[in-house]
């Protein structure tokens, strides 16, 4: 039950695109459409702003996008702005019928 | 709106016990599936575990298996962790969280604002 691996942070100057990979195996990721991501800001609850791979909760802006490509499930935030600095989860259902996190991902704006 | 409220937290020694419980307001309880996930100060998002919307099936992280066990009160909206042989390392923040489905641990829609155990 090991942790997704995801880079410790990603950096974009406002008004570009980043991307966060979210790396994992057949049993996790790649095995499954379960697979979410969340913001969360400093001293705040998380944030789920992408679910099952690509769907977008109701609210949640149309810059972020999901998709998944094997074992390896990206996070895309495009047209960058200063209240995107947070911190990113990827998470995925697993075959052992549990739930495991990414390591999180540090998003800076330049 | 959704709203969930966590309690119980607080001080406890290594090797004690605590239960910690969350409310559940605005949404129809014993449909969803529950979670519950900790954040230990500075440090990333580890799941804890997750209960069916009808309580027949839970599911742990190795880390906890065999010292939590989560429950459900479906008649009073609520959620319990009990936490038992608790460890320096069991301290943390603890959610609980909502999923959108009923049976399967697939995402967590929506959270509380945390309960803090600390274990010293």
């Known amino acids: 039950q090991s942790a997704l691996t995801q880079p410790a942070s990603v950096s974009g100057s406002p008004g570009h695109s980043i991307t966060i990979p979210c790396s994992g195996t057949?049993?996790?990721?790649?095995?499954?459409?379960?697979v979410s991501w969340y913001q969360q800001h400093p001293d705040e609850a998380p944030k789920l702003i992408i679910f099952?791979?690509?769907s977008r909760p109701s609210g949640v802006s149309d810059r972020f996008s999901g998709s998944k490509s094997g074992n390896t499930a990206s996070l895309t935030i495009s047209g960058l702005q200063a209240e995107d600095e947070a911190d990113y989860y990827c998470?995925?259902?697993?075959?052992?019928?549990?739930?495991?996190f990414g390591t999180g991902t540090r998003v800076s704006v330049l | 709106q959704v709203q969930l409220v966590e309690s119980g937290g607080g001080v406890v020694q290594p090797g004690g016990s605590v239960r910690l419980s969350c409310v559940a307001s605005g949404f129809f309880f014993n449909s969803f599936g529950m979670h519950w996930v900790r954040q230990a100060p500075g440090k990333g998002l580890e799941w804890v575990a997750f209960i069916r919307f009808d309580g027949s099936s839970e599911h742990y992280a190795d880390s906890v298996r065999g010292r939590f066990t989560v429950s459900r009160d479906n008649s009073k909206k609520t959620l319990y962790l009990q936490l038992n042989s608790l460890r320096i390392e069991d301290s943390g923040l603890y959610y609980c969280?909502?999923?959108?489905?009923?049976?399967?641990?697939?995402?967590?829609?929506?959270w509380g604002q945390g309960t803090r155990v600390t274990v010293s």
């Open positions: 057949s049993s996790d990721v790649g095995g499954f459409t379960y």
């Open positions: 099952d791979v690509a």
């Open positions: 998470s995925s259902y697993t075959s052992n019928t549990t739930y495991v």
């Open positions: 969280g909502k999923d959108t489905r009923p049976k399967v641990a697939t995402n967590v829609a929506s």
